[in-house]
């Protein structure tokens, strides 16, 4: 077939666009790309098959019906209507009736010849003209190239698009590209010189689970000081900008989350839900801590546990880790809404003596330097905490704390007692190591019943479980109930 330069008049009535932005329908996205695309801007999603491409396409064009109004229209040259509709109907994505109003058209090209190749762009055109959208996605435009011999027709094409339909219709438009497989360049390689923005979706290999990643390669007239975030498909795609804490508009009290016969409750549902139904009876748990990740973070998983324990009336013994004092988790008490008089009677902190202490009676002193008397000294404690309240208690035990006062030998033998008298006594154990003990969490690991690992990736904070394993899961913080909570999104 000869080279063949493609012409496609203007079409009356045609938009200018304007300076504004069309918020994407990604969750997550329009907060890192200023608010979203720019209006009658092209935008490529590029990625190699699986990577969500379609979801992410999809959601642009259903939420612009749905919540801006502004009609839309899916060129398919990879996938049928039936099939389209059935697929996006199992994401809660009812195109069919926004067909039936006419906000929405899918134009099935996926029989496409050679022959009519350069015709396709006036049909598309057409269709969004008779529709009225503002919002076009090309799926694939791969596909569709494929369909000519020369690479200048492909470039022209990709011009007519931008021109015809982007600029002059002010209609923004998403083009899927295929990554080919093994190689990292996006489609014919011409397609991110004409594009507005360019982001490419990745589904990675994270500590042998899946790990997907989207990164903006660019984005017109858009600062993007972050260009890499992580992404779910879990309930469509939603992609996480960087963790940022969150404030705490009306204090309220902690609302404790029931045990069932075989576990207890980590105070959180979706934590719960991760670990398939809790920590068990008599169980230990390690939290092994990435070097990233803040106090704040790995608390958000730890703390609610304690929380659960003290609003049923059970004892909380901690051992803190370093840095993290007795006035740091009297407060986190307080900002869960317990009283000065629930500390004083439900916690007891581990601290190391020293001259001019002021004790509390929640603070209990040890001297650190003979393992075995301040072992016995703890047990005490616990055994004093477990009569008092007539229930089983929660302990929380910082490694580095230990390893500071006894030594990483006297650690290991500590922890494997504690790990049997919390079993025999039907208690729960808290493990928290944090980074420069990697031979250690082998070691406790293979002791304990559950380890779960928290660490950070392009600023997101992930969670996953080695014993049980499980996902990789995102960690936001949710204030919501009045007080700081885990939300976890498994990434699938």
């Not at 039936?82 to 069919?96: A, C, I, V, Y």
């Amino acid at each position: 077939m000869k080279s063949r330069t493609l012409f496609y008049p203007i079409v009356e009535g045609a938009l200018i666009m304007d300076d504004g932005r069309v918020p994407s329908g990604i969750s997550g996205l329009d907060e890192i790309i200023g608010g979203g695309f720019p209006r009658g801007s092209l935008i490529v999603v590029a990625g190699k098959p699986g990577v969500g491409k379609t979801i992410f396409s999809a959601q642009f064009l259903y939420y612009g019906i749905i919540n801006h109004g502004e009609n839309g229209v899916y060129v398919s040259f990879a996938e049928d209507r039936k099939s389209f509709l059935t697929n996006m109907r199992g994401l809660g994505f009812d195109f069919e009736a926004l067909e039936e109003a006419g906000r929405f058209r899918f134009l099935d090209l996926l029989t496409m010849k050679e022959e009519v190749a350069p015709t396709v762009l006036e049909t598309i055109l057409r269709e969004v003209s008779d529709v009225k959208a503002k919002r076009l996605v090309i799926d694939s435009f791969s596909a569709l190239a494929q369909s000519f011999k020369e690479t200048y027709d492909v470039r022209v094409l990709l011009h007519a698009i931008l021109s015809r339909i982007a600029r002059f219709l002010g209609c923004t438009t998403i083009l899927i590209v295929e990554s080919p497989h093994g190689e990292e360049r996006m489609g014919f390689g011409i397609e991110e010189f004409v594009a507005d923005g360019i982001i490419v979706l990745r589904r990675k290999r994270f500590d042998g689970r899946i790990m997907r990643e989207l990164e903006i390669f660019k984005m017109r007239g858009t600062p993007t000081p972050e260009t890499l975030t992580l992404y779910t498909l879990k309930g469509g795609l939603h992609i996480f900008p960087p963790f940022k804490p969150k404030p705490i508009d009306k204090p309220c009290r902690f609302k404790p989350q029931p045990d069932t016969e075989k576990f207890f409750s980590s105070g959180s549902q979706c934590l719960d839900m991760m670990l398939g139904g809790g920590y068990p009876k008599g169980s230990t748990a390690l939290i092994e801590i990435d070097e990233h990740v803040s106090t704040l973070q790995y608390h958000l998983i730890a703390a609610p546990t304690a929380w659960n324990f003290a609003a049923q009336g059970r004892g909380v013994l901690i051992i803190p880790s370093a840095g993290i004092d007795h006035n740091l988790i009297r407060e986190k008490a307080f900002e869960a809404g317990f009283t000065m008089d629930e500390i004083n009677s439900l916690l007891r902190v581990c601290v190391k003596d020293y001259p001019g202490i002021k004790l509390e009676p929640y603070i209990v002193a040890f001297k650190g330097e003979n393992p075995i008397e301040d072992y016995e000294k703890y047990a005490n404690v616990e055994r004093e905490l477990m009569e008092k309240t007539g229930k089983p208690i929660l302990r929380i035990t910082g490694v580095d704390m230990l390893i500071g006062a006894y030594g990483v030998k006297e650690t290991i033998s500590l922890i494997k007692t504690c790990v049997t008298r919390v079993r025999e006594a039907g208690n729960l154990g808290i493990i928290l190591l944090k980074p420069g003990y990697p031979r250690l969490a082998k070691i406790i690991g293979a002791t304990v019943d559950i380890h779960l690992k928290i660490t950070r990736e392009h600023g997101s904070v992930l969670v996953y479980g080695v014993k049980p394993r499980t996902n990789l899961h995102i960690l936001e913080m949710d204030t919501s109930k009045g007080y700081p909570m885990p939300k976890l999104t498994p990434i699938i």
